[in-house]
């Protein structure tokens, strides 16, 4: 039962948190989605390499 309740305060805390909801947002939107994918922020083909996805990671957790 207990990891049923912190699963449960998880989730709460997840749909109350602002970041988490704009993030939603944003990968929910269907223009996003081949940004994300890429990992590009305006729309381009070009693949990023992975220092550049590492470091706009650890920008987006901070």
Same mark, same amino acid.
């Given at each position: 039962?207990?990891?049923?309740?912190?699963?449960?305060? !998880? +989730?709460?805390? +997840?749909?109350?948190?602002?970041?988490?909801?704009?993030?939603?947002?944003?990968?929910t939107?269907?223009g996003?989605?081949? +940004? *994300?994918? !890429?990992?590009?922020?305006?729309?381009?083909?070009? +693949?990023?390499?992975?220092? !550049?996805? *590492?470091?706009?990671?650890?920008?987006?957790?901070?």
């Open positions: 039962m207990d990891d049923v309740d912190a699963a449960r305060q !998880t +989730a709460v805390s +997840a749909l109350n948190n602002d970041r988490f909801r704009v993030m939603l947002e944003q990968i939107d269907p996003a989605s081949g +940004a *994300l994918m !890429t990992m590009g922020s305006d729309g381009s083909n070009a +693949a990023t390499d992975f220092k !550049t996805a *590492l470091s706009r990671y650890a920008e987006n957790s901070e």
